[in-house]
């Protein structure tokens, strides 16, 4: 039976616990705030926000290096000389990661990349899914895994609702026009998902509770989603108050996980205090 062992990136924001259950091996992204990176996952996101109103600069976000991912397989093969290594990468049109994890594997045997056209919380949940298919089928191979991450990372279903508009427009995704209008109107746009591209979405009109609830019902009227598959989360910022409408939200279209996932500092960064995430995987 072979050993096999997932690699990610920090940017897929798993959790300590699922990280611990499965035995996943996270690679750092990287976060830079004036003259110093730091290594993602390192530091309180709040951290983020706190430059960037003390200096109006928003910090810079970048992928795994090379170097980071020869630092990981090194350690694993080490540890594990027989391992076939499993890396799902953060989506490879949005940084470097995947490309820096092709180029460390060629120094190696038995590492299989695979792009998971995803970030954050979708990556996560195609991260999870793919351990509990390893784990159900422990005579599978690593073709079979790359397989099935292929398929699934097309059914997952991702939207992103920001709070804020501020971080988008510092970032340069937002234009000033499209800032000012929004703002003045009390629009919040939707990101989604488009083969590993996060692109705006639809637009919701009124304040931010009032848009969760039309952004919610419109997710499972769009899809075909298995209620059990859907995760939700956020950057620091959110309520309390608007965790428990979310959560009543979801528990009447049968979704009734209630853990709530935190991101990291990469898509905090984009997406700013307070930003909403809501994942889940389409019915085949």
Known sequence: MTQFIITTESGADLPQEIID???????????????????????????VFEYY???????????????????????????N??????????????????????????????????????????????????????EANPDT?????????????????FIFLPQT??????????????FHGATLLNIHPTIVLENGYLVSGKKFRGNFERCIKKMIDNFFSQYDIDPSTV??????????????????????HNATNKEWFGTGAVISTHGGPGALELVGIERK
Request: hydrophobic share 35%; glycine share 6%; charged share 25%.
């Open 21 to 47: 259950r499965y035995n996943i091996q996270v690679v750092p992204m990287h976060v830079t705030m004036g003259d110093e990176t730091r290594p993602d996952g390192t530091f309180p996101v709040e951290e």
């Open 53 to 79: 109103e003390k200096t109006n600069t928003l910090p810079k976000t970048s992928g795994s290096t090379p170097g980071d991912f020869t630092k990981a397989f090194r350690e694993i093969k080490e540890a």
């Open 81 to 134: 000389p027989d391992a076939h290594i499993i890396h799902i990468a953060y989506s490879a049109v949005t940084t470097v990661s995947y490309n820096s994890a092709q180029i460390a594997a060629e120094d190696f045997d038995n590492i299989y990349s695979v792009d998971s056209k995803n970030v954050t919380l979708g990556l996560s949940t195609i991260v999870q899914e793919t351990a509990k298919f390893i």
């Open 141 to 157: 191979t690593a073709q079979e895994i790359v397989a099935f991450v292929e398929e699934l990372r097309e059914r997952i279903r």
């Open 165 to 178: 508009l501020l971080y988008l427009k510092a970032g340069g995704r937002v234009s000033n026009l499209v």
């Open 231 to 252: 995760r939700v989360g956020s950057s620091p910022g959110i309520t309390d108050e608007q965790k428990e409408i979310v959560y009543d939200l979801l528990e009447s």
